[in-house]
């Protein structure tokens, strides 16, 4: 993932109910630098139930442009790139989780 004020980082949200939408008036503020907080998230994680689907998305308003590119930008994938991964991550968080429990 490109970064530069961690703004597009920030801008992860997560649901149960529905996909979270990129907010066209969501950008960064001239001169700030944003911190990512993994609460929010961990929140919507820990309130889910097993057969709830959860949904992960990035808000922010160039969030597309990243992703796909644009204005002669290149695409950076870090979406798709994670998407493709996803059995990888799954399985080595799995292995820690069963290393911890001695399962």
């Known amino acids: 993932m490109p970064f530069a004020t961690g703004f597009l980082q920030q801008s992860l949200m997560a649901s149960t109910a529905t996909m979270p939408s990129i907010n066209s008036g ?8 944003y911190k990512f907080d993994f609460g929010i998230i961990e929140a919507v994680i820990l ?9 992960f998305g990035y808000t922010a308003a160039y969030a ?5 590119g644009a204005n002669g930008r290149p695409a950076a994938g870090f979406v798709r790139l994670t998407a ?7 399985n080595r968080n799995a292995e820690k989780v069963r290393k911890a429990f001695g399962l």
């Open 84 to 90: 493709q991964n996803w059995p990888v991550h799954v």
């Open 64 to 68: 597309g442009h990243q992703e796909y």
């Open 47 to 55: 309130g889910a139930s097993l057969e709830d689907d959860l949904y």
């Open 26 to 33: 969501a950008k960064p503020v001239e001169g700030r630098t």
